[in-house]
């Protein structure tokens, strides 16, 4: 048998390593990934264990190389991804790395303070050109109403009329943000009382903010005002609103070589500070071309170091000791590991030892991609316990399967089946993009199952004859309403009769349920036999296959009075009563029917459900009326049979409730007589009496613990084979309801559109919306939300009716050292 | 009893292809088991399907209840035992929009 069908078998190993060759020889384990180790020193805290300095110099590189990665896409250069997967390197190739990682960090940093000090500059001397610009033109306006006299200008009125000659007005200029402008202004007019005159001008570029990177929008301003109090006066509010004040010469040809300095000075600037941007740029680029693969080596290195600080200090011989469990299938590969490992190192051969234990191995099941999703299923569910069968096999039929019964839809399925098997056809694409998308990835690492559930949801829509609510007449319908033009015509509703061949052609559509079923008027009464039938019928397969499966973990772990004592009164139980139902169905279906004698016509045909609630009430015998060509029984003899089942069915019971214990009991007491028996040579009377008194009083007790325990597990047997049968009718319930909810979705709107508009073209019109409605509730309801219902369903079929019956669960998993892993972890953790 | 030995053949003959002969002329590999086991659980089921199907509708005790348009629709568009000319002009158009109505 394959791995999958039980978990693998583990081997406890001890393996010393020579100082020297410990870490290549786990660096090469961490390729294989096949190993799983055992931390030796679990008391001990992170920072008192021996690697602890080289993890702290690895989480430093990390950090250097995280701020990397964010300057890199802070620019927007591409890392380059060339899928390689680098080799941890050396221990001493570690200080190389760390001196690159430092030298770039360094220079990075250098380049970063100059851009910020050169922008700052830049972004002054852009804003005095701008104020040299803007308060020229209030300058020109001065003079120039200055020099006609006549005019009445703003500037004008604030000089006193009775002034010799203009007063020297002082003035201040300076840019602030925009946004500040209102509040400044008020400010300033309260607090001077209205002495001060503002001009504002806005600068119509946005100027980069040399500390945050962001572009701002910023004015221009210039105050006048008189006397040196207003001066003091309008500085401090100037400060307070954090604008920049630059000096402005008062006299135009000063103003104008000014602004002739400021340019040269800008353009020099610019020029300097583009050369320093490409130089970043180099760097980074430089940087992003190797980035990845400094990543993943750092990443490695410090899982190596994480993993030697789980061993022991073999303090003799200079060595390191540790413990982890191996697949006994991989021993070789882990050998061949080790031994290319101390090749690397050029030191003695590192040793591994079996070791034998009484600690449970943890489980590990060897899946691929297909089986992986399904093993998820159960292990989400409970780890198996090592070495018991393993219900994913079967499952990656029944779970489908199951889920089809209930999804069944030609229609649907297809769309289902669909989007699996694109998921499945571009694996390789989707897979390589990884994303954080929570649903997106449950869907797509479900994309096996979604394909296998879509596929089975076609077939089994085909038998019940469903596709979007229609049936498809592809063999021909048995049933013709042969019926005269009179009858129609006064008969609104006329039932067919099965015994009229006429009507009836006496054989059944050869695949699948008969399309007349979907337009007749009672097809729910006819459904519902259908669904409910099959229900119980199929959920009762799963569970005797869920008993019979637990045969093979009785025999492989030994345990023969748990099949006489537990497995055979289990399979007795549930055939003799459920078993039997299922056997009641099969007669009915064949023995009763139309066009028969009359003690089989439909008329005669009894409930099942009656009859089996009467066989287990153990109801008296009915005899059949007087005349009366109906009997309740469907055999002869069923009366007898019945009781006799029932009865065998009880036996069952003391039978899983007591053997077991009993056996136990009798054991145990042979083995103390024994004991007893060989107990008097050489040992002291007295003593080999309270030893035995000792272990009479232990076995006492765990009598007790056997007993509560075996009434626990056969109460939860007896009634549980009734309420998870209960449990199977889901499977009808949800079928119903899903064809009755995409019956009710083409009524209720498709139709409207294909009825709609009578001959002329607007029905068109008016179908293409009504049918986009149709087909997005269809996705979202039907096959989104009703899918999800009908998984869940599913699941728990799974989880609780089937692996009930033989499924321990009490296991943990196998967690390798893997570097696949670990860099698979440390890559969603950075895209996060 | 009313069943046909044709269908019961064939579908069952399909299965069994997949469920016994399959596995048998399966290569060699890692997976054989599995596969071996996916197949045989797969024939098994929708064989089952199928059979439980046929059986259920093999001895009918109802007969479908139909509306009379629907009826008439089924003669025409899937029996073709009814021709348009069978009816007088009014009733046919009647029928007919019922007729459509109700195929839809």
């Known amino acids: 048998m394959g791995s999958l069908f039980r978990s693998e078998e583990m081997a406890l190993c001890q393996l010393f390593l020579q100082s020297e060759s410990a870490y290549t020889c786990v660096s090469e384990l961490g390729e294989l990934g096949l190993v799983q180790f055992r931390d030796l020193n679990p008391d001990v805290n992170a920072f008192q264990r021996k690697f602890v300095n080289e993890v702290r110099r690895c989480d430093e590189m990390e950090r250097k190389l995280r701020y990397l990665e964010r300057e890199i896409r802070k620019d927007g250069i591409p890392v380059l991804d060339t899928g390689e997967n680098p080799e941890a390197p050396m221990p001493r190739e570690m200080i190389d790395l760390e001196a690159t990682f430092e030298k770039l960090e360094n220079e990075l940093k250098e380049v970063n303070s100059n851009a910020e000090a050169l922008k700052r500059n830049y972004l002054e001397l852009t804003e005095l050109k701008h104020i040299l610009k803007k308060t020229q033109v209030f300058f020109d306006e001065r003079e120039g109403s200055l020099e006609s006299g006549g005019q009445t200008s703003l500037t004008q009125n604030l000089l006193p009329e009775d002034s010799k000659g203009p007063i020297q007005l002082g003035f201040v200029a300076g840019v602030i943000l925009r946004e500040r402008i209102p509040a400044f202004e008020r400010m300033l007019w309260r607090a001077c009382r209205g002495n001060v005159f503002l001009r504002q001008a806005e600068i119509n570029d946005p100027l980069e903010d040399p500390a945050t990177g962001e572009q701002v929008y910023k004015s221009v301003f210039i105050i006048f005002f008189q006397g040196d109090q207003l001066k003091m006066r309008v500085k401090k509010i100037c400060e307070g609103f954090r604008a920049t004040m630059y000096p402005c010469p008062e006299a135009p040809a000063d103003r104008r070589e000014m602004a002739m300095g400021v340019k040269t000075r800008l353009d020099d600037l610019s020029t300097v500070l583009s050369q320093t941007q490409d130089h970043r740029h180099r760097v980074l680029v430089s940087a992003a071309r190797n980035i990845r693969a400094w990543m993943m080596k750092v990443w490695k290195i410090k899982s190596i170091y994480h993993t030697l600080n789980m061993f022991n200090l073999d303090v003799i011989q200079n060595g390191l000791i540790a413990e982890c469990w191996i697949p006994v299938a991989n021993l070789e590969d882990v050998q061949l590991a080790l031994r290319r490992g101390t090749e690397k190192s050029g030191s003695l051969p590192a040793i591994l030892n079996r070791l034998s234990t009484h600690e449970a191995p943890p489980t590990f099941h060897r899946t691929n991609k297909f089986t992986k999703a399904f093993q998820a299923l159960i292990d989400a569910y409970g780890v198996a316990t090592y070495r018991e069968i393993n219900p994913a096999p079967y499952t990656i039929i029944t779970f489908p399967f199951l889920f089809a019964i209930m999804f069944g839809d030609v229609g649907h399925g297809i769309i289902m089946a669909l989007f699996g098997g694109w998921m499945v056809w571009r694996e390789k694409p989707l897979s390589a993009k990884k994303t954080d998308n929570e649903i997106w990835n449950i869907f797509f690492g479900g994309r096996y199952i979604i394909l296998l559930m879509g596929m089975f949801s076609m077939y089994t829509g085909l038998i019940y004859n469903d596709i979007f609510s229609k049936a498809l007449n592809i063999f021909g319908t048995s049933w013709h309403g042969n019926y005269n033009e009179s009858t129609l015509l006064t008969n609104k509703e006329l039932t067919l009769d099965p015994g009229n061949k006429e009507q009836y052609d006496q054989y059944p559509y050869p695949f699948g349920l008969d399309p007349v079923w979907q337009i007749a008027l009672n097809k729910i009464n006819f459904y519902n036999s259908y669904k409910m039938k099959i229900s119980i019928i199929f959920g009762i397969i799963h569970m005797l296959f869920g008993v019979i499966l637990s045969v093979w973990n009785h025999r492989f772990f030994n345990k023969p009075m748990n099949i006489y004592c537990e497995f055979i009164p289990q399979i007795i139980f549930l055939t003799c009563l459920f078993g039997y139902l299922v056997l009641l169905v099969f007669h009915k279906w064949v023995w009763y029917g139309a066009g028969g004698a009359d003690s089989v016509s439909p008329n005669c045909a009894p409930s099942i459900l009656i009859t089996f609630i009467n066989m287990v009430l153990m109801k008296g015998y009915q005899p059949t009326p007087e005349g009366d060509p109906c009997s309740p029984y469907m055999y002869a003899g069923q009366f007898g049979f019945q009781r006799f089942l029932v009865c065998v069915g009880l036996i069952c019971v003391p039978w899983m409730l007591i053997a077991k214990p009993f056996i136990l009991h009798r054991n145990n007491k042979r083995k103390l007589m024994m004991s007893q028996a060989n107990g008097g040579e050489g040992v002291i009377e007295e003593g080999g009496g309270e030893a035995a008194a000792a272990a009479a009083t232990e076995e006492v007790h765990d009598m007790g613990e056997i007993m509560i325990h075996q009434g626990i597990h056969t109460i939860e047997y007896v009634l549980g084979s009734v309420s998870h049968t209960a449990s199977y009718l889901r499977l009808w319930a949800l079928s119903l309801a899903h064809a009755q909810l995409s019956e009710v979705l083409w009524q209720m709107v498709l139709r409207v559109g294909l009825t709609a508009g009578g001959t002329g073209g607007v029905g068109g019109v008016v179908t293409y919306f009504i049918f986009a409605a149709w087909a997005s509730l269809t996705i979202a309801i039907l096959v989104l939300m009703e899918g999800l219902s009908a998984f869940l369903h599913t699941l728990r079929l799974h989880w609780v009716e089937f692996q009930s019956k033989f499924y321990g669960g009490g296991g943990y998993a196998f967690v390798p050292f893997a570097f696949e892993t670990i860099l698979e972890h440390a890559e969603t953790a950075v895209t996060e | ?104």
């Open chain 2, 1 to 104: 009893m009313g069943a046909d030995a044709v269908p019961i053949a064939v579908v069952t003959g399909f299965w069994a292809v997949v469920g016994i002969i399959l596995p048998f002329i399966l290569g060699k590999g890692p997976n054989k088991g599995v596969i071996q086991t996916v197949l045989v659980i797969t024939a098994v089921t929708s064989w089952l399907f199928w059979l439980l199907c046929y059986l259920h509708q093999m001895n009918p005790l109802i007969g479908p209840q139909l509306h009379n348009t629907t009826i008439l629709a089924i003669r025409y568009l899937w029996d073709g035992t009814l021709s348009l000319d069978d009816f007088n002009e009014t009733t046919t158009t009647n029928t007919m929009e019922t007729t459509t109505a109700a195929a839809i």
